[in-house]
């Protein structure tokens, strides 16, 4: 009772890394409030679940599997969590901000009256003092967000309603493996007694999903860049010295919404949180949306026209000039001394 | 046959054009320096709305909203694109909402209109940013829901099809009526204004607005009854107060903070060729790159 609840993501067997990031977290968080890691797994042909699990510290698997479970679906899913967490009462509910999660989590949280903060990039244990009802809370969930297109970041917390939920996006937690030869517990869950047959009311006629062909959040070197790039023709200068250095392409908020990148290559609060050896950043003012989701970059060159655009504040090397000059150059000067 | 389609819509604050001014000394947002607009993916969703219009017969679009007296304007944006009215909800009672006190609203206000058989709305707001208000009104008023909408491909009486756009591919569903539809920015544009019915809905207003105009046009508006566009109070709605506004809201906020990033000594170049060639040496050295 009471413990700390992950939901998995799974495709074809295999469960997403969002999800193993956030078993790491929720381990981290079950230790410090002295409570149990719980994951449930709903879908079809669950058996090889738990070895992928179990190392990152969960003590109870919770297994529904149904072949109507899978692929997922809203209303199934939202009855097995609402039905598990009524029983379980967990204190908290960690999914990813995912399709999936961004799917499931409001509807769960509508229906257990329970808040739901979305896309957190920070979670911690703390206290929480209602003045105004003279009420102290012990260990409540910090659920730390940005707001505002990122210009603020807010701290919410849940008081009164359980379970606290939160999303968190891919690549915003580190992924590491407690103990690999963990085993807990598995509990096979009685598909029919917690979803009504009247859920199965979506009907997936076509599905295609594609892996990913980007490699952003593994990759060591990244070469990003902003709207001061100019067009996506401009865009191609990036690839070539990504293609020179054996790095991956990345773009801000504002490049992508100007159609200069594809959104799968945003980082930033609202895409993917990087963590390279270097970061080059071009023609990036640097918003703090996306500073927030590149500043733990081993190494930081801003490349920029303007010498007082915000990114430079955090770069280890400032370049003053354009794209079109500094590009080609760092290229020729790269093959020239590589040898 | 009528078929009652129901765009939910917000105005928002443009949080992507946030100037220098747009943040106050004391870390707190100064709305005032940013425009009001209608939130881009609502727009998708008017959209897939208005094509649902054209091809199911006897269907009707219209807007509802929450929000101050103002956010009439996206109500009226909405009829200059073809859409058939709007509701407005305002109130103090409703502020200080959270998505799930909001999503209350939102169904007591959808249930007060009868029957509604497809509800359309932005997969999410840009100063929130949750995507949480769709499916919170779908739960609460025990509809289905197909989220990440790209396209409504067909709808019938009694079934809609759809194509969901997800970070890793496209899925095809399908599934009843009544069904809220939440729509995504990769789903196309929203068409203009159409000038006719810009002309034609250019007096429509909500009665705040018409008392506050002072002029008498009760004439125009008993004449012309498509030009009142419904305004909703809590009396208005069936409620429980206990669900709205900040009684009604789980999440609080603890803290607000201004976002502040360690400064580093940066190191600052020119582009000319030998301080380019020099940096590119130590970085090899170093083995950052190669």
């Known amino acids: 009772m009471n413990n700390l609840f992950v939901y998995l993501e ?3 067997g295999i469960v997403g890394d969002v999800s193993l990031e956030l078993l790491t977290k929720g381990r981290t968080l079950a230790d410090q409030l002295k409570c ?14 738990g070895e992928q699990v179990f190392p990152f510290g969960v003590d109870t698997l919770y297994l529904a599997d149904d072949k109507r479970l899978a692929p997922y679906t809203t209303l199934p899913h939202t009855s097995l969590l609402v039905n598990l967490f009524k029983e379980e009462k967990p204190q908290i509910a960690f999914m990813g901000a995912t399709s999936i999660g961004r799917d499931l989590g409001p509807r769960v949280s509508s229906a257990l009256f ?26 409540l969930l910090y659920q730390i967000r940005p707001a505002f297109g990122g210009n603020i970041v807010a701290t919410i917390v849940n008081p009164d309603c359980r379970p606290q939920m939160a999303t968190v996006r891919e690549g915003v937690m580190k992924k590491e493996i407690r103990n690999a030869k963990h085993v807990g517990k598995t509990v096979i869950m009685d598909v029919a007694k917690y979803v009504p047959d009247t859920d199965f009311v979506i009907e997936v006629i076509e599905r295609h999903m594609e892996k990913s062909k980007l490699n952003i959040k593994g990759s060591p070197i990244i070469v990003s860049g902003g709207y001061g790039v100019g067009s996506a023709d401009n865009f191609k200068l990036l690839f070539e010295l990504a293609a020179t250095l054996g790095a991956e392409v990345g773009a801000s908020r504002a490049a992508v919404d100007a159609g200069f990148a594809d959104h799968e290559r945003q980082i930033g609060q609202t895409g993917t949180t990087v ?44 370049i003053t000039g354009s794209i079109e000059e500094v590009l080609p150059k760092m290229i020729k000067f790269y093959k020239k001394n590589s040898k | 046959m009528s078929f009652k389609i129901v765009v939910l819509a917000k105005q928002v604050p443009d949080t992507r054009n946030v100037g220098k001014d747009a943040m106050k000394a004391d870390g707190t947002v100064n709305r005032a320096a940013l425009p009001a607009i209608y939130n881009p993916e609502d727009l998708n969703a008017l959209e897939q709305a208005l094509r649902l219009k054209s091809q199911v017969a006897g269907a009707t679009v219209h807007v509802l909203t929450m929000g101050p007296a103002r956010a009439a304007e996206i109500i009226r944006e909405s009829m200059y694109r073809g859409a058939d009215g709007g509701y407005l909800l305002s109130g103090r009672e409703f502020a200080g909402s959270d998505t799930l006190a909001t999503s209350y609203a939102l169904a007591c206000a959808i249930r007060k209109m009868g029957k509604v058989d497809v509800i359309v709305c932005g997969r999410q707001a840009i100063d929130g940013d949750t995507a949480q208000v769709g499916p919170q009104v779908a739960e609460k008023l025990g509809m289905p829901q197909i989220t990440y909408a790209e396209e409504i491909l067909d709808c019938t009486a009694s079934k809609i099809t759809v194509k969901r756009r997800l970070e890793r591919g496209v899925e095809v569903v399908s599934g009843p009526i009544p069904m809220v539809v939440t729509v995504n920015s990769s789903a196309p ?8 019915l810009t002309l034609k809905y250019k007096r429509a207003a909500t009665l ?19 030009l009142t566009i419904t305004e909703w109070g809590i009396n208005d709605i069936e409620h429980d107060i206990k669900w709205l506004g900040l009684t009604g809201s789980p999440t609080k906020v603890k803290q607000i903070e201004n976002v502040v990033f360690t400064a580093k000594e940066s190191k600052r170049l020119t582009a000319n060729d030998e301080e380019i060639e020099d940096l590119m040496k130590e970085l090899i050295a170093n083995h950052t790159i190669g």
């Open chain 1, 36 to 49: 149990k890691l719980e994951a449930v797994a709903a879908g079809y042909k669950l058996d090889k679940i």
């Open chain 1, 10 to 12: 799974i495709e074809d």
């Open chain 1, 114 to 139: 329970s808040g739901l903060t979305a896309d957190c990039t920070s979670l911690e244990i703390g206290t929480y003092e209602d003045k105004k009802a003279g009420k102290v809370y012990d260990n």
């Open chain 1, 275 to 318: 963590r390279p050896k270097l970061y080059i950043a071009c023609g990036i003012s640097g918003q703090i949306q996306h500073i927030a989701g590149m500043q733990e970059s081993a190494m930081i060159i801003a490349i920029n026209n303007d010498p007082k655009a915000p990114i430079n504040a955090i770069a280890d090397y400032v």
């Open chain 2, 189 to 196: 544009e929203c068409r203009p204004r159409h000038a006719k």
């Open chain 2, 208 to 226: 705040t607005e018409k008392q506050d105009a002072g002029a008498d046009y009760t004439d125009l508006y008993t004449v012309h009854p498509y």
